[in-house]
């Protein structure tokens, strides 16, 4: 924090290797010590010492480098004030369409009401301040989410929240702003936006992705044993963590290739051998929902963790965080009621439980170009070329054009999606929301792909840079894709999309 109130004249008097002071946005830092440790070197310290370093600096550094190093300020220009915003947990961004229209408080939207307002505010201070900084760690180094994180989530009942609307939720008071048998479908949207805005694709799968996938799974379609109950329990309150287990190396969205198997004993329990692929959070989990071939069919299993279960990490292109595994099943027993719905009709168990993850999936991705919006919006004003901000450049403003519509006309539709969402049974959602919820999620991804290709145009080689200004540009060109392919592939999805319109087609004619 600033200590005194300096003169320029002052700060111009510091302008040697061994005494070197500069000015960035009307406050004064004193960088004699911090020379020799600048990732950028010494060199262009000194050429700056004692001067307004202000555009040089932010031409080069995001703003929150000055927060990380804020022990270097030692006062204010007399006078003058910093002009630069620093957000502050649970801020909304003012820069243009930062946020989606709904948050801007010039418009006003048809869907979302006060609670949706309250739990956006409570959700973004709770990401900002404890998501955030652990999510930007692991993301780098690789590692787990930390039992801290998972229980602060599950004593603020953040794990129940995700899984979205339900039973699981009533008589809860969600983070003192929504009765649980208030929150709904846009209630869910929200605290899905809330939480990719961490910027860390890997880690925010890592974040009990594999829960949200998997436990709605066995909420629905376990039969109501105490084991079930001990098993949500310990899921949502954190103690335990499931994942769901269906693709393998063999088959992805074929599920009919697969080849795992599950063979019935005498005393109806199950032996389930075989191996998957690309299981999230599989890593660390303790349950695994697992697609197996059965006599007739296909049946899903809740397979406990034992010596018959082995999981080996799969190095991918985002953060290993996420706890990506190979599995093997080595005769691995599940008893009887741990089968989720029917046996040899376990494709309708997995199929239902497919339109909440596309749901979520395409959320998080709208979210996320949105961010990408604001990075460009950004750095296009702040990046001086040729004497003038990036942003004068007819070409960068078509680009930046082109990106706010994608993002701006994709957030409508899943607004519009989650409305709709909200007023259908879920029986009415899987016949009728199937369809344009998979066309969602394909089309938002094959925006997301040429929102990634401009942004990394416009940052130039701090688009492919993992540190620095373009970080977050880097890591959405680099992850965008698994949102393309996990939880079905943008073709598949496009492709139910038709198929599901053209059921029980009318008999309309040109
Ligand atoms: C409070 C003052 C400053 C701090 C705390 C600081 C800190 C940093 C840090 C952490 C980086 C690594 C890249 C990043 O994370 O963005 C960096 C890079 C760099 N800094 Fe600074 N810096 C300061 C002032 C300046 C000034 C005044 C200049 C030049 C006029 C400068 C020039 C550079 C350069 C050239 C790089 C390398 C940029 C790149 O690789 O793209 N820094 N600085």
Redesign the pocket.
Known sequence: MPHATLTREAVASHNAPGDLW?I?DHTV?D?TD?VDA????SV??E??AGTD?TS??YN???HE??T??AD?CIGTIEGEKPEVITPQPGDLSPVPYAEPLWLRPQFKSPYFNESHYKLRRKVREFVDTYVTPEAQEKEKDGTYISQELIDRMAANDMLAMRLGPGKHLHGKNLLGVVKGEEYDYLHDLVQAQEFVRTNTRGFNDGNMGGMIISLTAVLQWMPDTPFKHKVVQEVLSGKKKICLAITEAFAGSDVAGLRTTATKRADGSWVVRGTKKWITNGMFCDYFVVGCRTEKGFSVLLVERSDAVETKPIKTSYSTSAGTAFIEFNDAVAPAHHLLGEENNGFIVIMSNFNHERFMMAAGVIRQSRTIVEECLKWSSQRVVFGAPLISQPAIRQKLAKMISLVEATQSWLESIAYQMNHMSYAQQSKNLGGPIGLLKSYVTRCAHEIADEAVNIFGG?GI?Q???GGVVEMFHRTYKFDAILGGTEEILADLGVRQAMKGFPKAML
């Open positions: 500069c960035i830092y960088l911090f600048h990732p950028g070197g262009v310290l050429q700056v370093a040089a600096f080069l550094h995001r480098v000055l990380k190093f270097l701090r840079t540190s620095g200004m």
